[in-house]
């Protein structure tokens, strides 16, 4: 039996996601009271339904000392009922977040104590780090449309084998920011630049001009080996800790071209050895606005 929590700050997509667990198959239950979670448990191991799955969506509705005591519920979960437990935390920018909600025009549900939205948002935060300190997978949802969105928690936490780690390569470029939910981030700037070659300049890392330029360097084939050698040792270690997710960035300036070449290498030779391995590539899933300076 699989109990999967989910948690984030308001405006990050957390209905999205409870949706698109729902569409396939879980049972969803919306703002459960976190000092329920045990009583949920219970429920769940006196039914004794094979393959039962169930998403509960935790959020700053709780009153606070409720989820202070989130960790030491969990842990207590973790150690007796014998459910495998995954939180997923999802999280945005606050630019972002004050964004969506001036455009929805929504309440936020801290506002109500008279607060400011953006004081709201910074409150809510501090409230939900007991949760997001213990979070299994946490996704950025900064840059994501709802239709990525679903798509992500569909591929990453539904689609999960019993395996039990999941592994993505996110490529990314550090002129817009370095994403909220990786794990660790591998700098590729160092490498030779495509952006700089005139006829290289409109394509991507996964088109083939571009990868015949970068596997010609040296210097990217020992990136890429270190970085794979590195994750190849460490990997173990994770899954002996019980980790479910591991998600590995690698950026470069612009995030069109080396880091999406690295990310597809490494994500290729990661599917030769495990069964849930995913690559995405951040900047190339946005509407192209010109590859300036990759």
Known sequence: MRLVVLSGRSGSGKSTALQALEDVGFYCIDNLPALLLPELTRLMLAEQEPGQTIAVSIDARNLPSNLQQFPDIMLQLRQTSGLRIE????????????????????RHPLTAGGQTLQQAIRTERELLEPIANQADLRIDTTRLSL?????????????????????????????????LDVDFTFDVRSLPNP?????????????????????????????????????????????????????????????????????????GYFRAHMDNVQVLHRELSQPAAGHQHD
């Open 195 to 267: 952006y700089w070659v005139p006829e290289l300049r409109r394509f991507t890392g996964r088109d083939r001009e571009v990868i015949e330029f970068l596997n010609a360097s040296d210097e990217v084939t020992d990136m890429i080996a270190d970085i794979r050698h590195f994750v190849h040792k460490w990997l173990p270690r994770f899954q002996a800790n019980n980790r479910s997710y591991i998600t590995i960035g690698i950026g470069c300036t612009g995030g069109q071209h080396r880091s999406v070449h690295v990310a597809e290498q490494l994500a």
């Open 147 to 179: 239709y990525e969105l679903r798509d992500e928690v569909k591929l990453r936490v539904a689609g999960r084998s019993e395996q039990p780690l999941s592994l993505q390569f996110k490529s990314f470029g550090f002129k817009h920011g370095v994403p």
């Open 87 to 106: 939180i997923l935390f999802l999280d945005a920018g606050e630019a972002t977040l004050l964004r969506r909600y001036n455009a929805t025009r929504r």
